[in-house]
C-alpha cells in the first residue's frame, strides 16, 4: 500500500493550495479517506474525512475553507484550501480510515499514511 501526497508549498495568507494523494495497492473505491496535519511538536490534528460514497466532513476549524473530494478513476483524493491562515502551517497527510465503525476521527486507529507534504503560509 502506497500513499503519495504532492501540492505543498509556500503561500501567503489569504491563498489557495491543492493537495492531492494517490493511493496503491489498495481498493481505492470502497476506501474511506482523511487528511490530517501536524505542527512540529504537536500531535495530529485531523481535518477532513471522505467516504466511499462521496459523503464529506470537516473539522471547524477548516469548515468553511477547505473542501475535500476524489476521483476514483485515478485513484486520488485531493484537499482544497482555500482562505490560507498562518495557522495552517502544518505537514499534511492522508490516510486510508480503518474498516471500523467510528473509525473517522480515530488517527490512532490508522495504519496508512502517507509521507505528507509541507503548506506553509505565510507573507
Known amino acids: 500500500v502506497q500513499l503519495v501526497e504532492s501540492g505543498g508549498g509556500l503561500v501567503q495568507p489569504g491563498g489557495s493550495l491543492r493537495l492531492s494523494c494517490v493511493v496503491s495497492?489498495?481498493?481505492?473505491?470502497?476506501?474511506?479517506m482523511s487528511w490530517a496535519r501536524q505542527v512540529p511538536g504537536k500531535g495530529l490534528e485531523w481535518i477532513s474525512g471522505?467516504?466511499?460514497?462521496?459523503?464529506?466532513y470537516y473539522a471547524d476549524s477548516v469548515k468553511g475553507r477547505f473542501t475535500i473530494s476524489r476521483d476514483n478513476a485515478k485513484n486520488t483524493v485531493y484537499l482544497q484550501m482555500n482562505s490560507l491562515k498562518p495557522e495552517d502551517t502544518a505537514g499534511y497527510y492522508c490516510?486510508?480510515?480503518?474498516?471500523?465503525?467510528?473509525?473517522?476521527?480515530?488517527?490512532?486507529?490508522?495504519?496508512?499514511w502517507g509521507q505528507g507534504t509541507q503548506v506553509t503560509v505565510s507573507s
Open positions: 490516510a486510508i480510515v480503518p474498516r471500523v465503525p467510528g473509525a473517522l476521527k480515530a488517527l490512532d486507529e490508522y495504519e496508512y
Open positions: 471522505i467516504y466511499n460514497d462521496g459523503s464529506t
Open positions: 495497492g489498495f481498493p481505492f473505491g470502497d476506501s474511506d
